[in-house]
């Protein structure tokens, strides 16, 4: 059984700085290309950015370039979003997903910008 748990969410200013967690277990976690949505209220789930199995490929949305990055750490089997000049744009829910036989996800974290 594949689990996803995410971590590292709350309450930040804008401009401010989080970094989310995300730590698999059940699994090969150097087996999954490892992704991180959002899902903002009353909007659909859109993907943040992804991440290879070695980690030398990314993508990210436009509207995340250069102020997200994500990374991971095969020997940990955690993925990591690490998120700068955050904006209360980037309020949502955000959720990690494993994708190789099939999509898993974690329960999802909140993050909230606001003063």
């Known amino acids: 059984q594949v689990q996803l748990v995410e971590s590292g969410g709350g309450l930040v200013q804008p401009g401010g700085s989080l970094v989310l967690s995300c730590a698999v277990s059940?699994?090969?976690?150097?087996?999954?290309?490892m992704s991180w949505y959002r899902q903002a209220p009353g909007k659909e789930r859109e993907l943040v950015a992804t991440i290879g199995r070695s980690a030398k490929n990314t993508n990210y949305a436009d509207s995340v370039k250069g102020r997200f990055t994500i990374s991971r750490d095969n020997a940990k089997n955690t993925v990591y979003l690490q998120m700068n000049s955050l904006k209360p744009e980037d309020t949502a829910v955000y959720y990690c997903?494993?994708?190789?036989?099939?999509?898993?996800w974690g329960q999802g974290t909140q993050v909230t910008v606001s003063s």
């Open positions: 997903s494993a994708n190789f036989d099939r999509t898993y």
């Open positions: 059940g699994s090969t976690f150097s087996f999954y290309v």
